[in-house]
DNA sequence: AACTATGTACGAAACAGTTAGTTTGTCAAC
DNA sequence: GTTGACAAACTAACTGTTTCGTACATAGTT
C-alpha cells in the first residue's frame, strides 16, 4: 500500500475545459436548430441553453441577447446554403442540359435544407427586418442570379431560348416552385389529403419543374 | 310639431350593451389580425384583449384558451378565402382562356389576401399541427381542384393539352408560383436589391405565371 | 496580474389564465 | 304589465409561472 497512487485517479475531466471556439459554435448549432424549429418568438432562451454543452450565462456573452442570437443563426443559415450553391456547375454544358441541372440541383438542394428554408419563412414573418439589420447576409454575394443569367445569355446565342426574358424572375420562379415544395408541404398535404414528400411525389415534382422551366425560355 | 318624441335624454349610452355576435365577432377579428401579424407565440394575449371592444376575460370565455383562438383564426382565414375562391367562374370559356383566367384570378386572389398567406406559413412553421386538429378546416371542400381538373379535362378532349398531367400538380404549381409571390417578397427583394412589390413588377410575375402553365399544358 | 471564459443564482417584467364578482336579457308567474 | 328568478354576457383585479436578462463569483490562460 505504499504508494497507491501518483495516478491521478481523476480521470474526472479537468473541472473546467475552456474551448471558445466549440462554445460558440455549439451555441449558434443549437439555437439555429431550435430557432428554426420555433421561430424567435416561439424558442426559448432556457431551452437552447440546456441543448447545449454551455450555458446561457454563454450565449449573453457571446451573442448579447435573443436578437442578436437570432441574427447569427438567420446569418449562419445563408451562409451555410450559400456555399453549398457554389458548388453547382453548368459550364460546359449546352444551354438546356445546363438548365435543366441547375433545375434539379436547386430543387434538391432547398429539399435537403430544409431549416434553411424554414428560416426564411420565419423571417419573412418578420417582414424580413433582421436580415435588413444584417449586413453580413446583406454582403453574401449570390451567385445564383449569375449561374442562371449565364445559362440564360448561352441559350439565347445559341437560339434555343427566346430572348426578352429577365434573369432575376427566371430565379424567382425557380425559387417559388422549389421553395413550396418544402415550405408548404404540411399544410399541402393535410388539405388535400395526398403525401407530397414521398419520394415518388417528390420526383414527380421535380420532374415537373425542370420541364417548366424548360418549356417557359424555350424559343 | 308637437310629439317631439321620446327623445332620451340620456346621451349616456346604456352601461353596457350586451351584443355576443358581435364581441365575438370583433374578438376574432382582431386575433386574426394579430395571429397572422405575429404568429401563435408572438401574438399577446392581452396586446388582442386590448384591441378588442371587449376584454381579455371575454376570450377565454368565448374561445377558451390561446389556442382555441388560433384555430379559429386559422380556420376564419381559411373559409374566407374559400369563400372567395367560389366566385370563379370558367365554365364558357376555352380551355386555354379559362386557364388563363384561373392563374390570373389565383394569382391577384394570393395577393388579395396577406394575412391568409401569413396564417399559411404561421401554420407551416407548426408543421400544420393545428390545421390537423381542425374539423372545420378539413371539412371545406375545395373546389380549387375540381375548377382546374374540369378545364384540364377539356382541355385535353380538345387537343390542346397534353394528355398525361395530374390535376393536383397544376394546382401546386399555381398556388407555387401565387403563394410565393406574397410569402417570400420580404426577403426576396431585400436580398436581390428590387423590389417585386411594385404594380410593375407583379404585372410582370402574373403574366409570366400564366404564360408559364399555359405553356406547361400545352399539347 | 490582468484578461478571458465559465458557473450559479437570482430579479423583474411579461404573460397566460382565473377568481369573484356585476349587469343585462328573458321569460314565466303573478 | 310588473316582478323576480335565472342564465348569459360582461368587468376589474388578481395569481402563478415562464422567460429574458443580469449580478456576482470563480477558474483558466498569458
Redesign the interface.
Known amino acids: 500500500m505504499s504508494h497507491i497512487k501518483p495516478i491521478r485517479k481523476d480521470r474526472e475531466p479537468p473541472k473546467r475545459v475552456q474551448d471558445p471556439d466549440g462554445t460558440r459554435r455549439d451555441i449558434l448549432e443549437t439555437a439555429s436548430r431550435e430557432f428554426a424549429l ?5 424558442a426559448r432562451i432556457d431551452d437552447i441553453a440546456a441543448r447545449t454543452r454551455s450555458s446561457k450565462r454563454m450565449i449573453y456573452y457571446y451573442f448579447g441577447d435573443k436578437e442578436g442570437l437570432y441574427i447569427q443563426a438567420l446569418e449562419n443559415a445563408y451562409r451555410t446554403v450559400r456555399d453549398g450553391e457554389a458548388k453547382l456547375d453548368t459550364e460546359g454544358l449546352p444551354p438546356r442540359e445546363a438548365l435543366r441541372k441547375l433545375v434539379e440541383f436547386t430543387f434538391d438542394h432547398h429539399h435537403e435544407h430544409e431549416d434553411f428554408i ?1 428560416m ?9 427586418e433582421y ?2 439589420r444584417s449586413d453580413v ?2 454582403g453574401l454575394n ?1 451567385t445564383a ?1 449569375d449561374n442562371i443569367a449565364a445559362i440564360y445569355d448561352r441559350g439565347v446565342r445559341d437560339g434555343v431560348f427566346r430572348d426578352g426574358l ?1 434573369p ?2 427566371l430565379h ?2 425557380v ?3 422549389c ?3 418544402v ?10 389529403g ?1 403525401d ?1 414528400g414521398t419520394p415518388e411525389a417528390l420526383a ?2 421535380r420532374e ?1 419543374t425542370v ?2 422551366m424548360l ?2 425560355v ?1 424559343a
Open positions: 420555433n421561430g424567435l418568438s416561439g424554414r426564411v419563412m420565419i423571417e419573412n414573418i418578420h417582414h424580413g436580415l435588413e447576409v446583406r449570390v442570379i429577365d432575376l424572375e424567382w420562379q425559387s417559388a416552385l421553395f413550396f415544395n415550405s408548404n408541404r404540411a399544410t399541402f398535404s393535410k388539405i388535400f395526398r407530397i414527380r415534382l415537373n420541364e417548366m418549356r417557359f424555350a
